[in-house]
């Protein structure tokens, strides 16, 4: 059984530039949950995707985007990165009802906007 | 809003002493999690509860939820410096998709 894989695991970008955030899901999961934690915070909901489907959104802004491929597979996209877009983002992967029962968590892709 | 706050912020103590962790909010929560983060990794579940009162052991970790299924408590017995890390509780709401973690209690276990 494969766990949660993220990359990049680290990542240096530009203010007002993009990124792209990838995650595969543990094997047999079919929703993806994206969270951001900032240093010395616990992790904050950023979307959930299910069956290709945004499932729900926390308070994020639409800079904030991402997609789940069949395979179940995600992406994270941000648009014009801010200075206080810098954290750990992290992929969460379960079955449908994992908010239930909980969650499985990449390692994170450490993002730095300077 | 749902919050969830997590005392203490942060807490040093010596190998073999006793703690606990708590977690509170004014929200009902279908079910709470507690996860532990070591530096540069993400969280990794160690259990969820869902029953109003209900405790979960787990080695040395006991777990309890709140009976109103608002708060909940880790206990850790004779604690060891493998124990060191960030306690997070997390609570799923009765929308079902979305889970709130506190912002953490900071363990360090001296030798």
């Known amino acids: 059984e494969t766990g949660v894989t993220q990359s990049p695991t680290h990542l240096i970008k530009t203010r007002g530039q993009q990124v792209t955030l990838r995650c595969s899901s543990q094997?047999?999961?079919?929703?993806v949950s994206w969270y951001q934690q900032a240093l010395g915070q616990g992790p904050q909901f950023i979307f959930q995707y299910y069956r290709e489907e945004e499932n729900g959104r926390g308070n994020f802004p639409p800079r904030f985007s991402g997609l789940q491929f069949p395979n179940y597979s995600s992406e994270l996209n941000v648009n014009a990165l801010e200075l206080d877009d810098s954290a750990l983002y992290l992929c969460?992967?379960?079955?449908?009802?994992?908010?239930?029962?909980?969650?499985?968590f990449g390692s994170g892709t450490r993002l730095t906007v300077v | 809003t749902q919050l969830l706050e997590q005392s203490p912020q942060f807490l040093s103590i010596q190998e073999g002493e006793n703690l606990t962790v708590y977690c509170n909010s004014s929200?009902?929560?279908?079910?709470l999690q507690w996860y532990r983060q070591e530096p540069g990794e993400g969280p990794v579940l160690l259990v969820t509860v869902v029953t109003g009162g209900e405790v979960k052991k787990l080695k040395r970790l006991t777990f309890q939820f709140g009976d109103a299924r608002k708060d909940s408590s880790l206990h850790i017995t004779a604690a060891q410096p493998g124990d060191t890390g960030l306690y997070l509780c997390?609570?799923?709401?009765?929308?079902?998709?979305?889970?709130?973690f506190g912002a953490g209690t900071r363990l360090f276990v001296k030798a």
């Open positions: 094997s047999g999961h079919n929703t």
């Open positions: 997390a609570g799923a709401g009765t929308g079902g998709f979305k889970t709130i």
């Open positions: 969460a992967s379960s079955l449908a009802q994992g908010a239930y029962y909980g969650y499985t």
């Open positions: 929200s009902v929560f279908s079910s």
